[in-house]
């Protein structure tokens, strides 16, 4: 989700600069195709001095309470399942998984989190000056990604190999279910079927969850 969601808003927004106020709130982009966001969230920033993330509910001088409310939610989920990156008001570069040391690097960490907690899927960041970066997930109705058709879903789940992550399985059957393409195991669980208006896509695992294979009910095919 979080992949289809990012290659989304890279080709609706272009080349573009953005801007933000915080009375009212509303982040907006200029350029190839102008959009003004009046709901939008900022996590916190990344600043490469102290080597830290400050949580944007810990500034509360700084940000109006209606653009922390979603990483107070998600602050509260970290206290509920003891996870400290999540609660402490100030992390560490060091104490992240991975101990990235760019501020970038950070943003997107923190912003992958967020999403997982929140269900809202568009991150954006931005250099706010001497090299911290704000964190922020944005809103707005041409930032939703259009209904699932066949190019759009192969070319999605074939960013699991992009995106290195470590259980191909559990991240396209958890997209399928949330994509409404009714995710359907095989007996042994080799094997899991997608199935919309439009799409039929058949992927095919090794024992460590990993994709193997994948073919279209047209007969296309690609491999690793």
Avoid at 1 to 20: C, T
Avoid at 95 to 110: I, K, S
Avoid at 125 to 143: F, K, N, Q
Wanted: proline content about 8%; glycine content about 8%.
């Amino acid at each position: 989700m979080s992949f289809e969601h990012q290659e989304h808003s890279i080709e609706v927004l272009g080349e573009h600069r953005w801007q933000v106020s915080y009375e009212p709130p509303r982040f907006e982009f200029f350029g190839d195709r102008p959009l003004s966001c009046t709901r939008f969230h900022v996590l916190g920033t990344a600043a490469p001095g102290p080597q830290s993330w400050l949580w944007s509910w810990a500034n509360n001088d700084w940000y109006p309470p209606e653009v922390t409310e979603l990483a107070r939610s998600v602050r509260d989920y970290g206290l509920r399942h003891g996870i400290s990156a999540l609660h402490m008001a100030e992390v560490a570069f060091a104490e992240l998984p991975g101990a990235p040391t760019e501020p970038n690097r950070v943003t997107w960490l923190m912003g992958e989190l967020a999403k997982a907690v929140s269900g809202s899927w568009t991150w954006y960041s931005c250099d706010v000056g001497g090299g911290t970066r704000l964190a922020v997930l944005i809103e707005h109705p041409d930032l939703v990604p259009p209904a699932p058709d066949l190019p759009r879903t192969t070319h999605v789940l074939n960013g699991v190999f992009q995106l290195g992550l470590p259980d191909h399985k559990r991240a396209i059957h958890s997209y399928g279910m949330q994509r409404g393409l009714n995710p359907t195991f095989n007996e042994d669980s080799s094997k899991l079927f997608l199935a919309g208006p439009g799409v039929e896509v058949t992927i095919a695992f090794d024992e460590n969850g990993l994709v193997t294979a994948m073919s279209t009910v047209h007969g296309a095919e690609s491999r690793p």
